[in-house]
């Protein structure tokens, strides 16, 4: 048995002539209705099965030719397309001359079917189609063009208004977060001012007790263990303080690099010795503005987490300040970050990393990954509020076992002369 099929999609044709040929026709194979008219010029078939929407030629003119011509007016005619969703698209397939109407996707199964129907004579000879003047044929392939490309607009605009939404949601959300920040800071100010004076009188009547408890060394000794709670809390309460304190004015041009020599300097007696601590501060760094403390405060943070995550097996911790061109292709994978002339501070270790989940919270306050009593989660939110206020940048890069790199852009600080 000899069918032709038609169709614009090879895929769809590949597949047709699989399941046509595995049920034993042979086939001959047409792109779109004027292929296939050329083909029955000289091929005899003994069934159609066609795709309706095809350029050049559609299925429904494909049909109406067919069914018009003498040595092809009673071949079995079946329309396989996936656009026939509508019962007057149906109809006018009939009325152009069609036996039967198949929705894509049909199965192999279903193609063994309508050959069996085809070789048992089940298609009778189809009435000679109302012909449709080409005018109107026309008109409403022009209508179908224009309702498509609609179609495709709409799906744009509503992809649009999708990404709108979205970004509204995410805008308020961010200021929520905003305002519950503010809140938070707001909170934890009056609580660490209260907190404060409770923690002093706590010390001086411990200082007071200790006056009086001449001789008795285990008195002594409880109180002493009481006065360092209490030093403790109250290093915490400074550290809510500084979170909390709106950042002053008391920035100033400053050489970056002698001010981290400094700050190394501390850290490096405060770390312990299974830490290798390399520095290389390069001088000839711009000055920037800013306040040397909070240099100190943004270097001691970075270092003492960087010597905690090395704490187990040791590591070592590379505390570098260079020269650094940002250009714009740099300045666009960070936020914060504009093209320009900067110092950059980097402050690296190779202790155990970090995971995405906890690197993408770190400079929430009060995050912490540390023992109760071990971190207040303060750290990173004051370096991150600090390089804000400085307008400066920071990023971070790591990964779980293999260490982690913070790297902080203060801007060159540049002279206005008058
Ligand atoms: N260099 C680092 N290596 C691995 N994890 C780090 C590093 N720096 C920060 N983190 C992670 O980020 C968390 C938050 O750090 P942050 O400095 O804000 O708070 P903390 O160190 O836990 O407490 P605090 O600094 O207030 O004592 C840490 O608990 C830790 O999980
Ligand atoms: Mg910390």
Redesign the pocket.
């Known amino acids: 048995m000899n069918i032709l099929i038609v169709d614009d999609r090879p895929l769809d044709l590949k597949l047709l002539r699989l399941w046509l040929e595995a049920a034993g026709a042979t086939v001959a194979e047409a792109a779109d209705g004027v292929e296939a008219i050329n083909i029955l010029e000289h091929t005899s078939v003994d069934a159609i099965i066609s795709d309706i929407k095809m350029p050049r030629m559609n299925g429904f003119r494909l049909c109406q030719e067919v069914r018009t011509r003498p040595q092809t007016s009673e071949v079995p005619f079946i329309a396989y397309s996936a656009i026939c969703t509508s019962q007057s698209d149906d109809r006018r397939m009939i009325e152009s001359g069609a036996n039967q109407i198949l929705r894509k996707p049909a199965s192999a199964s279903v193609f063994a079917g309508i050959l069996h129907e085809i070789a048992e004579g089940k298609f009778l000879p189809h009435p000679a189609p109302t012909p449709v003047p080409l005018e109107a044929e026309l008109h409403k392939l022009h209508l179908e063009q224009s309702v498509a490309k609609l179609e495709a607009k709409n799906r744009r605009l509503e992809s649009s208004v999708e990404q709108l939404t979205l970004d509204h949601q995410h805008l308020g959300q961010q200021l929520r977060q905003a305002q519950s920040m503010a809140a938070l800071g707001t909170l934890a100010m009056s609580i660490a001012h209260d907190f404060n004076n409770i923690l002093a009188a706590i010390y001086q009547y411990c200082e007071l007790a200790r006056d009086e408890a001449h001789g008795n060394a285990t008195l002594t000794e409880h109180l002493n263990g009481l006065s360092r709670g209490a030093t403790r809390a109250t290093a915490l309460v400074q ?1 809510i303080f500084a979170f909390g304190c709106k950042r002053n004015d008391t920035r100033r041009p400053l050489e970056l690099w002698q001010v981290a020599i400094e700050a190394a300097g501390l850290l490096r007696a405060a770390v312990p010795a299974t830490i290798d601590v390399q520095t290389s501060f390069g001088q000839d760094t711009p000055d920037v503005f800013a306040n040397a403390t909070e240099i100190h405060q943004i270097l001691m ?1 970075l270092g ?3 010597a ?2 090395m704490r187990a097996l040791g590591g070592r911790l590379t505390i570098t300040l260079e020269n650094c061109l940002v250009d714009a292709k740099l300045a666009a994978l960070h936020s914060g970050l504009r093209a320009g002339h900067y110092a950059r501070l980097t402050v690296s ?1 190779t ?4 995971d995405e989940q ?1 690197l993408a919270r ?1 400079f929430e306050p009060f ?4 023992a109760s009593g071990e ?7 004051i370096v991150r509020d600090i390089v804000r206020s400085s307008n400066c940048a920071i990023t971070v890069s ?1 990964r779980l076992g293999e260490g ?1 790199t913070f790297r902080v852009y203060f801007p060159a600080h540049v002279e206005i002369s008058d």
């Open positions: 550290q943070n003492i987490n960087a905690h995550a270790d202790g155990h990393g970090m906890t770190i995050f912490t990954t540390k971190g207040t989660g303060l750290g990173l939110a790591s982690t």
